[in-house]
């Protein structure tokens, strides 16, 4: 698996577009970008993957640059119920051994 | 929307007594996994599924069983509780074969604590 760089905590404000980011330089041609987020409590829930596209959903946006070492999440209007750790995962298919890193921890601040 | 549903959220029980964690799943997906979460460990995988009467071991299988009668169901099988199975324990399914990668969906977790 391709290992991922993301940035331990980050601050948006409330309505504001929450940026995430996430380094993956040795990403393989036939690797996806998944990303998860965590809310404290509950399990991971899944928001969005894409291979070398930009992705959008109800959730969020997906933005992987043309090389595919780096890519952005994107929550358009962030709020506080978008307090949570984001995971960054970079592998061909998830399995049974999926591994979430540190991740991000987001705080929306009020 | 997709459902993973997980049928108890926060469970106590006692030392030495059976207990079962049932998930049920609605997207038709034939792999089901059933995971523990304790902080510093990350995700552990306990048993996985990848159809109905099917299982296989994960990483820490001792102290548990699973059962998978439906292809919609995977049940949790704790035979004699310990202390040390005091966890949040997470169960997930994904589909088995995709063209356009895959997601694993997981449910919202059950909290069990072992006194």
């Known amino acids: 698996d391709a290992k991922t760089t993301q940035p331990p905590s980050m601050d948006c404000a409330e309505g504001r577009a929450a940026n995430l980011p996430c380094n993956h330089s040795?990403?393989?041609?036939?690797?996806?970008v998944y990303w998860y987020r965590q809310i404290h409590s509950q399990g991971p829930q899944y928001i969005i993957h894409g291979l070398k596209n930009n992705e959008t959903n109800e959730m969020a946006s997906l933005i992987i640059t043309e090389d595919r070492k780096s890519s952005t999440l994107i929550l358009p209007h962030a709020t506080l119920r978008d307090t949570a750790v984001y995971y960054c995962i970079v592998r061909v298919v998830l399995d049974d051994k999926i591994i979430f890193g540190k991740g991000t921890r987001l705080h929306i601040l009020p | 929307d997709v459902k993973v549903t997980q049928s108890s959220r926060y469970l106590v029980k006692r030392t030495g007594e059976k207990v079962f964690l049932e998930c049920v799943q609605d997207m038709d997906h034939e792999n089901m996994f059933w995971y523990r979460q304790d902080p510093g460990l990350g995700l552990r995988l306990i048993y996985f599924s990848y159809d109905v009467k099917m299982k296989e071991k994960g990483d820490i299988p001792e102290g548990y069983s699973v059962s998978r009668e439906k292809k919609e169901r995977f049940s949790l099988i704790l035979e004699s509780a310990s202390t040390n199975q005091t966890s949040m324990y997470l169960c997930?399914?994904?589909?088995?074969?995709?063209?356009?990668?895959?997601?694993?969906?997981f449910g919202e977790g059950s909290w069990l604590t072992v006194v």
């Open positions: 040795t990403i393989s041609g036939n690797e996806y």
């Open positions: 997930a399914s994904s589909r088995q074969n995709s063209n356009s990668g895959n997601t694993i969906y």
